[in-house]
């Protein structure tokens, strides 16, 4: 029989932890403007959740921020609802509308502070592409940040892979596709067919977004 280093308060407290920690939700975020949601979007998604074996992954839209020009932003609203269109028929798709709640600017720290208190059984995924990573030194609270999500980031071409934050990679199908690009040919009159899903072009066409795109 194999010797015990532990008392018996000591083994059930270890045990309440290592269940703690296995039962914890693995959530991933995706943050951006989403103005409008486009097929690269659900691809990173679908991969990192598939390839991390997240549970879900939760698109965040950003509020509408003071310096950006309104026509390139439009009301989050619009943005709320064409991502709720897009993530529809994917279960392991959710929506988290706390930046939009609040309003303003919001610094990615405060955000997910506030997440982790609402949801302690949660750990969290940050979700950047590789473009952004040489800007993480910049980040607000970037070093406290590290320590509340674990960051994953998206390979692509043309990107050194060369930070000194431990980020989890995640390779995904390259696809030339943007939402100032989507936005440009909507205004131009060309078809954005497959570009976006079709639930978020109706959506488009209802409303009457980004016809005076420039």
Aim: overall charge negative.
């Amino acid at each position: 029989m194999r010797e015990s280093f532990f008392s018996g308060k000591q083994t059930q407290v270890l045990s309440e932890v290592l269940t703690e920690t296995e039962t914890k939700k693995r959530v991933g975020i995706l943050g951006g403007t989403f103005n409008p949601p486009h097929l690269a979007h659900l691809v990173v998604a679908d991969q990192v959740c598939q390839q991390l074996g997240l549970d879900k992954v939760y698109f965040m839209p950003t509020a509408n921020p003071p310096h950006v020009d309104a026509k390139k932003t439009i009301d989050a609203k619009h943005r709320v609802n064409m991502v709720k269109r897009a993530i529809s028929d994917n279960p392991q798709f959710d929506i988290e509308t706390i930046e939009v709640e609040r309003g303003g600017k919001s610094y990615t720290y405060d955000t997910m502070l506030e997440l982790i208190q609402r949801h302690p059984d949660t750990e969290y995924y940050f979700i950047i592409g590789a473009d952004m990573v040489n800007y993480l030194p910049k980040w607000y609270k970037i070093d406290g940040l590290m320590q509340l999500v674990q960051f994953v980031g998206v390979k692509r071409p043309g990107y050194v892979i060369d930070t000194q934050y431990p980020l989890i990679w995640v390779d995904v199908p390259e696809i030339e596709v943007s939402s100032t690009s989507v936005r440009k040919n909507i205004a131009r009159g060309c078809t954005v067919n497959y570009l976006v899903p079709a639930a978020v072009l109706d959506y488009i066409q209802q409303e009457g977004l980004y016809r005076d795109e420039k």
